[in-house]
């Protein structure tokens, strides 16, 4: 029986898809769920799994065509006589090298990005440390397992000739396509400085009370709430809730000639992956706990340097926080997340010699960046915005008293 291969719906706010990755090829016996393609869009890799067992007979997308929502891309024949018997014993000699192996395939939660990984490096999956939600091994899992293992990795042959090119002093160049979240992210970033009137205020805040909070209470908190580590991350996104209870208008996005005031506090953080940077969102974050915010930050981080988000978890929100002092910027200028009025950009800690009560003591001072649309934003309120978190961080229990 012959059923069409279609390319997954996509969201509005998605206008196409494109192939990524073949994992099949025509004529291949397939498993049923087994994944036949990747699909890249502007904001996530989708995957499609075979519906039955069976063969690809025909391929009717390449690598790097443009597919519609629920186009055509593969025809696919369902019940080959011998079809599942033959992809049969390849899946069940790669899950069973040995009997650990074969265990962990029903024991412990692979992600099928890891477990290609592991597959093609003939990694016992039963033997990585899982990072993942429910202890899912991750790709990155892997990937570290590799680096502590450098034995077990496959020699690359392509190591040889570029050694041997830069040895002979050629000038190497290498032309590669623009990802599709590369150029839709290019998009936005113009968007939002040619559309808007962009401008950022800036202030600096004292971390000794959180970074003594959190010194204090770290180990405590990391066994009530089930290994969950309390970092940094969480007092921004509380504090910052509380200060877009406190000035609404910080909180809403322009819509044609109207004004958008939202009654919750959607925040997005941003994320660095090797695609470019995406901005997951936490739901109502005025009433998320410290823990509940730090386990979902987790996670997304995981999944999003897998592909794994979900445009939903992407779409929306209300305000955005960015930290660049992961990679150790001491001061920037964040573009505006449209259709955001203001994004927040935090900073490298830094020591530093502060004025204190008359006396000069060394602080560990961060400096805050808010860049608003002004079109919705009077410096006023920005201003005041922004000396609303400070206050709040470096006074903690502020938070929690709401005042």
């Not at 009530?224 to 007092?235: I, N, Q, Y």
């Not at 939903?312 to 305000?319: C, I, K, L, N, P």
Request: net charge negative; no cysteine.
């Amino acid at each position: 029986m012959s059923i069409e291969i279609k390319a997954p719906t996509f969201p509005e706010s998605v206008a196409d898809g494109t192939i990524a990755t073949w994992h099949k090829k025509p004529g291949e016996a397939v498993l049923r769920d087994e994944l036949i393609v990747d699909i890249e869009t502007d904001k996530v890799v989708l995957e499609v799994v075979a519906p039955a067992d069976g063969i690809i007979s025909e391929l009717k997308k390449g690598e790097g065509d443009t597919v519609q929502s629920n186009e055509v891309i593969a025809i696919f024949v369902a019940g080959i006589p011998g079809a599942a018997a033959t992809a049969a014993p390849q899946a069940a000699a790669k899950a069973a090298t040995t009997t650990e192996k074969a265990s962990a395939t029903t024991d412990k939660l692979v992600n099928p990005a890891a477990r290609k990984m592991a597959e093609e490096n003939n990694i016992n999956t039963s033997i990585v440390a899982g990072s993942g939600k429910d202890g899912r091994v991750m790709k990155e899992d892997v990937a570290n397992h590799l680096k502590s293992t450098p034995a077990a990795a496959p020699a690359t042959s392509t190591a040889a000739p570029v050694v041997a090119l830069e040895a002979a002093g050629d000038r190497i160049e290498k032309r590669v396509p623009m990802t599709r979240l590369r150029k839709r992210i290019a998009e936005r970033l113009l968007e939002a400085s040619n559309t808007t009137a962009m401008l950022t205020t800036f202030n600096e805040v004292n971390m000794a009370p959180i970074m003594a909070l959190r010194a204090k209470y770290k180990d405590q908190f990391e066994k009530a709430h089930g290994g969950t580590r309390l970092g940094f991350m969480s007092f921004f996104v509380k504090a910052a809730a509380e200060a877009l209870r406190r000035f609404p208008a910080v909180n809403a996005s322009i819509d044609n000639n109207d004004i958008v005031y939202h009654g919750y506090q959607d925040i997005g953080v941003a994320v660095s992956t090797e695609k470019g940077l995406v901005v997951p969102v936490l739901r109502n974050t005025e009433s998320m706990s410290l823990a509940g915010i730090e386990s979902t930050i987790r996670d997304f981080g995981l999944r999003a340097r897998d592909g794994k988000l979900s445009i939903e978890e992407m779409s929306g929100g209300t305000f955005t926080i960015t930290n660049g002092g992961t990679f150790g910027s001491l001061l920037s200028t964040p573009i505006l997340n449209l259709p955001q009025a203001a994004i927040l950009g935090m900073h490298k800690i830094q020591e530093r010699p502060m004025a204190v009560n008359g006396k000069v003591e060394i602080l560990p001072m961060m400096y805050l960046a808010l860049s608003y649309d002004h079109r919705l934003l009077d410096g006023k309120d920005a201003v005041q915005f922004l000396v609303a978190i400070k206050d709040l961080l470096e006074d903690p229990a502020r938070i929690l008293l709401e005042i």
